[in-house]
């Protein structure tokens, strides 16, 4: 992450984006999916730039190879958790390819818990 990005992530956080953090880190869609498709335990990050840093960290070679590899293997509203997670990351456009470009209309499949997670993320973009 950038110094720009990270500026621009530590000023959203102190307007109170950590609340909606907590919403998606807290997520039991969000936990079991980036879980299995990037071994992250988001419960252990702090805030949106703690888990972008996480996010990233150690997984620069593979990262994307490992989540297109599992493209298919997710139901809509988890895919919709995915490409969420992965759009607040500063990889949009790894989401609209794993969604074939119709992320939005995976919300449609999604319970309102879900849907709240990936506002929340969707907030942090």
Known sequence: ??????????????????????????????????????????????DW??????LLAGRRDDFVDRVRALSGKFSASE???LCSALAAADYVWLANEMSGGAVW???????????RAVA???LAI
């Open 1 to 46: 992450m950038n110094a720009v990005d990270y500026l621009v992530a530590s000023f959203w956080n102190r307007l109170g984006a950590g609340v909606d953090f907590a919403l998606f880190k807290d997520s039991k869609v969000v936990h079991d999916v980036l879980k299995r498709a990037i071994d992250l335990d988001v419960s252990q990050c702090v």
């Open 79 to 81: 895919l919709a958790i």
């Open 120 to 122: 929340a993320a969707m």
């Open 105 to 115: 209309s995976l919300l449609e499949s999604c319970d309102p818990s879900t849907r």
């Open 49 to 54: 730039v703690d888990y972008r840093q996480s």
